[in-house]
């Protein structure tokens, strides 16, 4: 069974230059510096590394079989008169209220 996957072909592995400078393209500074930093060396592709990395990460099961049916009717009803009352309650969110009110009106003058 062939390795699949970009580099089965094993004549276009890339070199650790060129992978870093794909990272630095995709704006991931953090893994080129990582790449630049470690002394580990890409695996090389193979069936044994494949197999590996199978083991490491299997496949992810589907488990939506296994979920709860939906509740129809199990939701919060509120109108607007609730969300005043509820804002009204706290002091710092009546703050909060006032500070965007404000904003809102300088920033229209």
Known sequence: ???EGVYAGHCNTPTISQVVA???EDGNL???IRLLVSA???AAPSEESLSKLKEKHPPVLDKAGHLPAPQRYNCL???ESDVCRAVLSSPLAL???LIM???STFATW
């Open 30 to 32: 953090r893994a080129a």
């Open 1 to 3: 069974m062939p390795v």
């Open 101 to 103: 009110c404000a904003r």
């Open 95 to 97: 703050l909060a209220v």
């Open 22 to 24: 794909a990272k630095l």
């Open 77 to 79: 009803a509120v109108d």
């Open 40 to 42: 580990d060396t890409p």
